[in-house]
Antibody
Framework: QVQLQESGPGLVKPSETLSLTCTVSGGTISSYYWSWIRQPPGKGLEWIGY???????NYNPSLKSRVTTSLDTSKNQFSLKLTSVTAADTAVYYCARASYSRGLDYWGQGTLVTVSS | QSVLTQPPSASGTPGQRVTISCSGS????????VNWYQQLPGTAPTLLIYSNNQRPSGVPDRFSGSKSGTSASLAISGLQSEDEADYYC????????????FGTGTKVTVL
């Protein structure tokens, strides 16, 4: 059974960089789109972007200038960096495995990141 | 910001049938398959329906999905109290939108 687990700071100061890592267990990082999604408190889901196992990336145009994702196949991990954060970036951040045929079939439990000084 | 439109709420009594609509465009639902996610209170979303009408292992057959043109729908037959949750449709998008777009979400209440 594939499992994903997010890790990283729960509090980030405005203008700084949000950094999260997702560790994948029970499977390997191959042939899938490893994705990040966020959900502001009380609101809906927003796709942030993905990194394919080959290393190619695709991001939400609304966040593209501030987002970077990376992959560490040796550790079965992928990561998210979001720069110049503001209070509007406060959200629960989820990592997930995606494919064109099955959508987002495995999700992490989510981690709340609060942007505040 | 959501590209796919859903009604904000739906409700029914136990045993009833509830249907949720999802409206998109030619670049997403019109040219790609639709997925549905269930988010129980305080938990992460889980995949409920993929490829318009396929259920992952473990999802009860009370849940069914369909698609026509640029719209899709999720039906819950024999509504149960544990079905009270938020439901999101989603699809890959071929335009300049985000590569994967979600619906606005529908809160299902069991009366």
């Amino acid at each position: 059974q594939v499992q994903l687990q997010e890790s990283g700071p729960g509090l980030v100061k405005p203008s700084e960089t949000l950094s999260l890592t997702c560790t994948v267990s029970g499977g390997t990082i191959s042939s899938y789109y490893w994705s990040w999604i966020r959900q502001p408190p009380g609101k809906g889901l927003e796709w942030i972007g993905y990194i394919y196992y080959s290393g190619s990336t695709n991001y939400n145009p609304s966040l593209k200038s501030r987002v970077t994702t990376s992959l560490d196949t040796s550790k079965n991990q992928f990561s998210l960096k979001l720069t110049s954060v503001t209070a509007a970036d406060t959200a629960v951040y989820y990592c997930a495995r995606a494919s064109y045929s099955r959508g987002l079939d495995y999700w992490g439990q989510g981690t709340l990141v609060t942007v505040s000084s | 910001q959501s590209v796919l439109t859903q009604p904000p709420s739906a409700s029914g009594t136990p045993g009833q049938r509830v249907t949720i609509s999802c409206s998109g465009s030619s670049s997403n639902i019109g040219s790609n398959t639709v997925n549905w996610y269930q988010q129980l209170p305080g938990t992460a979303p889980t995949l409920l329906i993929y490829s318009n009408n396929q259920r992952p292992s473990g999802v009860p057959d009370r849940f069914s999905g369909s698609k026509s043109g640029t719209s899709a729908s999720l039906a819950i037959s024999g509504l149960q109290s544990e079905d009270e949750a938020d439901y999101y449709c989603a699809a890959w998008d071929d335009s300049l939108n985000a590569p994967y777009v979600f619906g606005t979400g529908t809160k299902v209440t069991v009366l």
